[in-house]
């Protein structure tokens, strides 16, 4: 059921490592992607798979994690994601890429989850190295990283009170809480 996929896809940052993501699984995410809506139809963008631990190493030094996080900078060996696909945009193809960029990644992160995968989207990257390192030529912006793996950690939803902050925290047993503004609050009319 849609909603259930909705609600179990937050954002994932412990996986269990050493759980291979298969290629074939990655095409199979980037497919869905390729049919999902696109602005004007243009179909501008492009995307780079990774599974090899030495491959996803590059990709991971290139990452900023978790920023409400203060005393956890990023995964630890053996926490980390076993698969990434970083989204890219085509600048021959189109100069704004914000709408099929959006609809990519959920489209991407609702298969993992629909597979026992789970995902983080990723913005904080450092761009210039990760395009350096792929040899990408400057036609090519680097978007979203998406990082993909076994789930280690659980992750809930809890509803925001008056007051609450949307800061993201972790309890006493590493239960990862993410707090959502009440549907009372976000509808402006009816």
Known sequence: MIEDLIKSNRSCRRFLQKEAVPVDTLRWLVNLARVSASAANLQPLKYILSNEPLKNDM?????????????????????????????????????????????????????????????????????????????LPKRFEILLVIALGKPKETAVIDDMQPGDGIEYWRDEHAVHHVPKRRLEDIILSE
């Open 59 to 135: 990709i991971f030094s290139c990452l900023k994690w978790a920023a409400y996080l203060k005393d956890w900078p990023s995964p630890p060996e053996g926490e980390r994601p076993s698969a990434y696909i970083i989204i890219v945009g085509d600048g021959n193809i189109a100069k704004s890429f914000g709408p099929d960029m959006g609809i990519a990644a959920q489209s991407l992160l609702l298969g993992a989850r629909e597979r026992g995968l789970a995902g983080c989207m990723i913005g904080s990257i450092n761009k210039e190295l990760l395009q350096e390192m792929f040899h």
